[in-house]
């Protein structure tokens, strides 16, 4: 009777064994004999990838030209790991929020800043909503976002202590409606409902901004961070920084994320230009020089005598669609060098080709710039084609004529990679640099 247990027991311990092997064999083997759950040759050249609509996000996926068999199993296990990955991260910095920050969004860059470089979301989506919100979280800050026209001071409750102000400063009736906010804002520093403040402005075009002086901290006031749009003189790195124009949010432009056609496909147009002609500019140089050499005949161009503050939905896809169809964006200086086009080119992958002079005003400084005009965004390396005059022009586009479509492919690659890492870049220096100083000024 023994004998026989001690078999059944026996028995069952090498059973239990086999099994053991069999598993281990298929978890640490088996994967890689799977098929692929899908094939990457799913988007052919000449597919458009579907849009994945979320919250009026324009959203493409980006595919690679070279196929690997291996590529579903790899991708598989990288997603598997950068979950695990991030679920580690998440619980190491669970509880470890150091600053809570509110931006108030007064001014149209604002959505820029939230929408295009934080990639965050707002609720509601309608953009003609009365008040619409979002949260993020970046570094060790955690950040919400307020705005619409229903964001009025004195009008909402005020239950942070630190807050980053978006205004608008470009011209006179801006200035008096921002001077408002900017009151608001120093009455509730007073009363320490507020412990400290920054402000986000899209500056003077000619970059005469002395309205704002008294109110920054440096000179007496409250105002300790400056992020300004730009190439002013005050840039120090210090407290007074330099921020991106980027695109027309104003007018709707949507955030847009690469696909497969913008990649791959041939663009019918060498280059386009789309906007308002003013007299005796270099704008009116550009078209004549396109029409002397017939370019204009291989360009998008569409000119206009009046600037239009406002899009209509067809006029922004047409917009759209010059910039998706064409290699090159012709970017002619305007009052200020920088345009909201530029940003838009990068967001389409049409190269800017830049007018690289200075306008006319007080902004730049070469004795200390010699990049000037465009220091951030040439101090970021930004793969642009700078000219000095439009008589350059036709040589660049004889050039381009020459230039394969793999070769296009590349560079294409290469401005959306850059683009992208751009604003990575500038969330995280932005980011950073409230921490490093609301922060070391809270424990001192």
Known sequence: MRLTRKRLCSFLIA?????????????????????????????????????????GREQFTLESEEWNPWEGDEKNEQQYRFKTS?????????????????????AAI???????????????????????????????????????????????SVDVNNVVLILNGREKAKIFYATQWL???????????????????????????????????????????????YDSPWINDVDVF???????????????????????????????????????SSRQALMN?????????????????????????????????????SDLTLCPVGVNTECYRIYEACSYGSIPVVEDVMTAGSCGNTSVHHSAPLQLLKSMGAPFIFIKNWKELPAVLEKEKTIILQEKIERRKML???????????KMKFSNILESSFLMKNKS
């Open 86 to 106: 991030l679920q580690v991260l998440n619980k190491s910095t669970k509880g470890k929020i150091d600053l809570s920050v509110q931006i108030w969004g007064k």
């Open 183 to 229: 009151l608001y804002a120093q009455n509730l520093v007073q009363i320490q409902k507020l412990q400290h403040l920054a402000v986000v402005l899209l500056g003077n075009e000619h970059c005469n901004n002395e309205w704002i002086n008294p109110f920054l901290k440096r000179n007496g006031g409250f105002v300790e961070l400056l992020f300004i749009i």
């Open 242 to 280: 330099q921020w991106p124009l980027g695109v027309a949010t104003y007018r709707n432009f949507p955030v847009v994320e690469a696909s497969w056609s913008m990649l791959h496909d041939e663009r019918p147009y060498l280059c386009n230009f789309l906007g308002t002609i003013y007299e005796n």
């Open 110 to 156: 604002g959505l820029y800043l939230w929408e295009h470089i934080f990639e965050g979301l707002l609720d509601p989506s309608d953009v003609t909503a009365q008040w619409r919100e979002g949260k993020s979280i970046v570094g060790r800050t955690q950040y919400s976002f307020i705005t619409g026209p229903a964001v009025i001071p004195g009008y909402f």
């Open 416 to 426: 959306l990679q850059w683009y992208q890492h751009f604003k990575a870049e500038l």
């Open 15 to 55: 059973l239990y064994c086999l099994f053991s092997l069999y598993a281990a064999y298929h978890v640490f083997f088996g994967r890689r004999r799977q098929a692929p759950a899908g094939s990457p040759r799913g988007l052919r050249k000449g597919a458009v990838a579907p849009a994945l609509e979320r919250r």
């Open 289 to 325: 020089i396109l029409k002397k050499d017939g370019n204009d005949k291989l360009c998008w161009v569409s000119a206009r005598e009046h600037w239009q503050p406002q899009e209509t939905n067809e006029s922004l896809k047409n917009y759209q669609d010059a910039l998706l169809q």
